[in-house]
């Protein structure tokens, strides 16, 4: 009987883990694992904030790729985010699945073409609905997706621009592009399937110290979560785990 070979993912980790998210859930690598990952499937792990990627013979042994959120600048030029850059140019031309959250959505976007920078809009933090394009039915035809989903959100960046290849998939009245592809291989989502509440008010509390927030702004995103009804976790699970092991 032929052995059926194991499937291979890998986790670009673009931020440090808090001490927090590191012991309440095994660091983000924890927390993306345990949404996508299905039995019999090799996870690892490269902190590419850390120069740490895999080599070029290394990448041939992945089915697929995550790039994880980020508090550096996707339309920045750290030698890190331009190595990643080039990473994601060679896993396109290998045609090799790519979903990236967040930071790793705008990474996808300028990579491919398009344009990033700081929102027009200003920082979105919270649970945000968003719309999906009629074409999002041919695209999940087995997963029975709703003409909206509501999804955790925490960014200032955004994907301006995408390259004529690129399509549009979902958006907001905060944000024109909350999830594309490219091609059949590449999919980015602005927001984060893979938080929690639990993460969404740890980050305000970080982001607070670090200043990046208000004390007033933050008062008023903790007093919106009674007010806000709970992500479509199981539905973005779903879409994610379906594009990236190439169900959909």
Not at 67 to 78: F, M, Q, V
Not at 97 to 109: E, Y
Not at 190 to 206: A, F, K, T
Not at 208 to 225: A, G, H, N, P, V
Request: with cysteine.
């Amino acid at each position: 009987m032929a052995l059926v070979s194991r499937k291979r993912y890998a986790v670009l980790l673009c931020a440090d883990d808090s001490e927090y998210v590191k012991k309440k859930y095994g660091g983000y690598f924890g927390v993306f694992v345990r949404m996508l990952r299905e039995e019999g499937e090799a996870w690892d792990g490269f902190r590419v904030a850390a120069n740490e990627f895999p080599t070029d013979e290394e990448i041939d042994d992945y089915d697929g790729f995550v790039i994880t959120g980020s508090c550096s600048d996707a339309h920045g030029n750290d030698q890190w985010v331009c190595r990643l850059l080039s990473l994601v140019k060679t896993l396109d031309a290998k045609k090799k699945r790519v979903l990236g959250v967040c930071f790793g959505h705008q990474i996808l976007g300028r990579a491919t073409g398009g344009r990033v920078g700081r929102a027009h809009s200003g920082w979105d933090i919270g649970v945000r609905t968003i719309n999906l394009s009629a074409s999002s039915s041919k695209l999940f035809p087995s997963l029975n997706i709703p003409s909206s989903l509501a999804i955790i959100e925490c960014h200032q960046d955004e994907v301006r621009e995408l390259p004529p290849k690129a399509e549009i998939i979902a958006w907001s009245d905060k944000t024109g592009i909350e999830v594309f592809r490219y091609g059949d291989h590449i999919m980015g989502i602005q927001g984060h399937p893979e938080y929690n509440e639990d993460i969404l008010r740890h980050l305000i509390d970080l982001l607070l110290q670090k200043k990046c927030i208000t004390e007033k702004y933050s008062t008023e995103l903790r007093s919106k979560f009674l007010e806000s009804g709970e992500p479509d976790k199981e539905s973005w699970r779903k879409i994610c785990v379906g594009f990236l092991k190439g169900r959909l």
